[in-house]
């Protein structure tokens, strides 16, 4: 089963403009990840927020997670062509040996040049 | 360098025959994990190790197979039960400091019935 349901889909925009994407999950968790695929390659991870954090930054990244709403959203600023690719977030709501993660169906990012 | 590889990159199979994908890592990590992602689709789980010997069915297991001897190693086989094989498949391995995990991923392996 998949918890963690992004938005938009897909997300077109011009190099220099911010890209926001947002997830949203069903359950309580323990923190909530992203993670970004170029086409045809593994994932890779860039960002995780505990569930008693509400704001983290790492350079041009910027996640906040809000529990009440089980939601979070991930701020791209001064995008780049680079940024191109997929990103997921994925929900860690176990805890210890069984911990396992639930990804989302992903969101397309497009910066045009 | 620290990684997680599979192999091959890209792998033809005819209908009833199984296959086996690999994955290795050198992280010293004791979880791995297989998914399973369909175009424009998100990752499902296949099957996940937490320790040597030991390993679970995630959401999809159905047709698959895996092993886990080796704390570096964990190879998924894809049978000729599994009905729609043809997918990308990523492997990834998790560690760190205790309760908190990001998950490293290989290459993945393309995997086309014929």
């Known amino acids: 089963s998949q918890q963690g349901e992004e938005d938009p889909q897909a997300l077109s925009i011009q190099e220099g403009e911010n890209a926001t994407m947002n997830c949203s999950y069903k359950?309580?968790?323990?923190?909530l990840q992203w993670y970004r695929q170029n086409s045809g390659r593994g994932l890779v991870h860039l960002i995780l927020i505990r569930s008693n954090e509400r704001e983290k930054h790492s350079g041009r990244l910027r996640v906040t997670l809000d529990t009440s709403k089980k939601s979070s959203s991930l701020l791209i600023t001064a995008s780049r062509a680079a940024d191109t690719a997929s990103y997921f977030c994925a929900t860690d709501a176990g805890a210890g040996a069984n911990s396992k993660l639930t990804f989302g169906k992903g969101i397309t990012l497009s910066v045009r040049p | 360098d620290g990684g997680i590889t599979q192999s091959p990159k890209y792998l033809f199979r005819k209908e009833g025959q199984n296959v086996t994908l690999s994955c290795e890592q050198n992280l010293n990590h004791d979880a791995m994990y297989w998914y399973r992602q369909d175009p424009g689709q998100g990752l499902r789980l296949i099957y996940y190790s937490q320790i040597v010997n030991d390993f679970q069915k995630g959401d999809i297991a159905e047709g698959y197979s895996v092993s886990r001897e080796k704390k570096e190693s964990f190879p998924l086989t894809v049978t000729s039960a599994q009905k729609n094989p043809t997918a990308f498949y990523l492997c990834?391995?998790?560690?760190?400091?205790?309760?908190?995990?990001?998950?490293?991923f290989g290459p993945g392996t393309r995997l086309t019935v014929l």
């Open positions: 359950t309580s968790i323990n923190n």
């Open positions: 990834a391995s998790r560690g760190g400091t205790r309760g908190v995990y990001e998950q490293f």
